[in-house]
């Protein structure tokens, strides 16, 4: 999967893009507050290990570039029979918030509907992640729980 725009690629992760600004960006505490992995310092082999994992699962793992910075990845991970679940996350300080991130996911989930003949795409997000829940709901997920920790979120192909 290549998406090029005039402002942004979206493309396969590979192994190479895991370098010193990448695992820079794991690393800060700004950015991935929410994550399950933001709480520990991660390294190369943290970054090999989820790399490998998802290569293994043959979960499609993306990587979203402006020009030749680092804007985040996308990650869609089968999860039911027809549907993934979608994983993000912004590894720039200047795109949270911004215009540019919403636009590559969109496209990427119109991509994954369209080619992979999926019905729904699920994701989740900490209930204290506010931006994150407008952030799917803006892109026409719908709540579908709310427990302890985090919110479940849902949105169907509208084939």
């Keep these: ?7 942004f690629t979206i493309r396969k992760f590979e192994e190479s893009d895991i370098n010193k600004n990448f695992i820079n960006s ?3 505490k700004k950015l991935n507050q929410f994550l399950h992995t933001g709480k520990k310092k991660q390294k190369l082999k943290d970054a090999l ?7 293994k699962n043959k979960d499609i793992y993306l990587i ?16 039911k029979r027809s549907s993934f679940f979608l994983g993000y ?9 911004g215009d540019l991130f919403f636009k590559a996911v969109k496209i990427s989930i119109k991509y ?7 019905k729904k795409i ?8 506010i931006a994150s829940s407008f952030f799917l709901l803006k892109l026409g997920f719908m709540i579908i729980g ?6 479940q979120f849902m949105l169907r192909s509208r084939k």
């Design 89 to 97: 996350a912004v590894l720039n300080e200047s795109y949270i918030g």
């Design 122 to 129: 699920f994701a989740g997000t900490n209930k204290n992640n």
């Design 64 to 79: 979203i570039f402006n020009k030749k910075r680092l804007v985040g990845t996308i990650t869609y991970k089968k999860y």
């Design 1 to 7: 999967m290549n998406i090029i725009t005039s402002n």
């Design 146 to 151: 709310r427990g302890t920790k985090f919110f």
């Design 112 to 118: 994954i509907l369209k080619n992979f003949h999926v």
């Design 26 to 28: 794991l690393n800060n």
């Design 49 to 55: 290990n989820f790399f490998n994992h998802r290569k």
